[in-house]
């Protein structure tokens, strides 16, 4: 039998358990403020890595300005900017997510937005002195249930959400999207 690129031919077990996972995590992800934290635990729980710390490596390609309804979500006033940072975010060379952030830079400190910048730190843990804030917009399944085990690289779920400050003020509309490799197991 041959399957189709990223199926795995497995017992129905394993697909109840890739299952179980993937609802495990993605409803720690609606629960929490940080999905930094959440994946970052994620990782430790699987062993993923002997320090699991994410990495956000940048994705090449254009800016991308926020949506009409983005900007209303923001809460802009007249003239002010938003900023778009675009991220696979890893965990020992597992890319679990891409995350598509638009925040408002003039909310942030100037190292936040430096940091941002130049380094390859998760948004979440640049912001973390703000204790963010995460409402949730939607959660979209992507990979069917009844399609067996996803491979690596595809794609499970997406989140989108506002994250706001600790006074409420909304800083960032984030979009992310998650793949099969929030299934890996270090201690397998």
Known sequence: MTLPAGRHALTTS??????????TLS??????DSATTVLEGWCEERRLASEARLVATRVPGPER???PLQAHRLALSDGEAVRYRHVRLSCAGHVL????????????TAEMNL???VTEAPFGRVVHTLFPRRRNLRLLRLWPRDAGVPGPSDLVFAIEAILSDRSGRPICEVS?????????????
Do not use: F, K
Not at 14 to 23: R, V
Not at 27 to 32: C, E
């Open 14 to 23: 394993t697909t109840e358990t890739a299952e179980a996972l993937i609802e």
């Open 27 to 32: 409803a720690r992800l609606l629960n929490g």
């Open 65 to 67: 300005d926020p949506s």
């Open 97 to 108: 997510s891409q995350a598509e952030n638009w925040y408002v830079p003039a909310r942030l």
């Open 115 to 117: 940091s941002l910048d």
């Open 176 to 188: 992310e999207t998650y793949t099969g490799a929030i299934l890996a197991d270090g201690g397998a």
